[in-house]
């Protein structure tokens, strides 16, 4: 079996049963990949966008960085969302396995999924969770 299918095996149970939390104006939304989320769908219909994806910078191919590693990881991800034209929110994403900690996130709003598994690798990112108005988020990895 090759590394990437490998650690992708490890890997999906803990992504999948993660808390991929959102920091909306009218409080917070708690995504799960295979769920719908009539919040977020109403946020999406207000923005007036129908795709959104939740990323982050934090620990790439999730290997730990010191937090000040993270901090400045993500201050570049909000740069790159912002010099692409997209509105994002905060967001957090809340593993449930022992011993990891949350990442800090960002939920970019109108972002297809293509753009956001790009934006992604270049972070060193191993998926994304991403989806569209009214459909269920789905765990997409970077590396096919």
């Known amino acids: 079996m090759a590394k990437a299918t490998q650690q992708r095996t490890a890997l999906e149970p803990a992504y999948r049963r993660t808390v991929y939390r959102v920091f909306a104006p009218g409080g917070a939304i708690d995504l799960r990949v295979g769920h719908r989320f009539p919040a977020l769908d109403r946020l999406l219909a207000v923005a007036g966008c129908t795709r959104w994806a939740f990323l982050t910078a934090w620990n790439p191919r999730s290997r730990p960085l010191p937090a000040w590693r993270n901090a400045t990881r993500s201050r570049r991800l909000a740069r790159a969302l912002h010099a692409r034209g997209y509105r994002f929110l905060p967001g957090l994403g809340i593993p449930l396995e022992p011993g990891w900690r949350p990442e800090v996130s960002l939920l970019a709003l109108g972002m297809p999924a293509a753009r956001a598994l790009r934006i992604a690798r ?13 459909r269920r988020a789905q765990l997409l990895w970077c590396e096919s």
Do not use: K, P, T
């Open 122 to 134: 270049s972070f060193g990112q191993n998926a994304i969770v991403a989806g569209r108005r009214g």
